[in-house]
């Protein structure tokens, strides 16, 4: 799923916290802004591997959300909200395509990289690809609310997400096949740096 769909859906994950513990609401929409975009901050390097852990991040969140109930303070309670917000996003990873620049060709049967069994996962494609409508109306289904709800900085950030998630949308499949012919341009010594999928065969 596309970037804006995570972040958005870590901003839900965080939102509760508005009327659980007002005083941490700050801290559990900045954590869940942060563990949403975090796993996808590896797109250059190994993506959906280096940084994806879906059973890594699953299995930390759950004494990080003990810890925070019991403790309660801002810290503790943005950290157990990021820990479940990058797990969520791991897991939501694994409902969409493959990793493959046209995802809707559906060559590719790597979706996520479990650490912990040492094996990618197959994805679902129950979302077809990062950018598809149904991707986009996940967007709008979770950002909505929350512009209604979060305080006015957080909801700059949605309105913002919203928007990056319609254009992307609708710019999906011309992206995929520009990325190639832009690929051609990189420099020689920055072209180990580009993943795979965006290169010709000759490079």
Known sequence: MMLPTHALVGLAIGAPLLWLAPESATAALAGGLLGGIW??????????????????????????????????????????????????????????????????????ERAVYDHVAGEWRAPKRWVRYDGAPEDVGLSLLVGLPLVAVVPPLFRWLVVAALITAISYGLLRRWLAALAPVLAEFVPDPVVEYVPERYRRDDR
Do not use: K
Request: hydrophobic share 45%.
């Open 39 to 108: 796993p996808d901050l590896d797109l250059y390097v190994g993506h959906r591997r280096t940084l994806h852990y879906p059973t890594g991040y699953s299995l930390a969140a759950i004494p990080a959300v003990i810890v925070a109930a019991v403790v309660g303070s801002p810290l503790a309670i943005g950290l157990g909200v990021a820990l479940v917000a990058a797990a969520a996003h791991c897991q939501m990873d694994r409902f969409g395509g493959g990793l493959e620049l046209r995802p809707w060709e559906n060559t590719s």
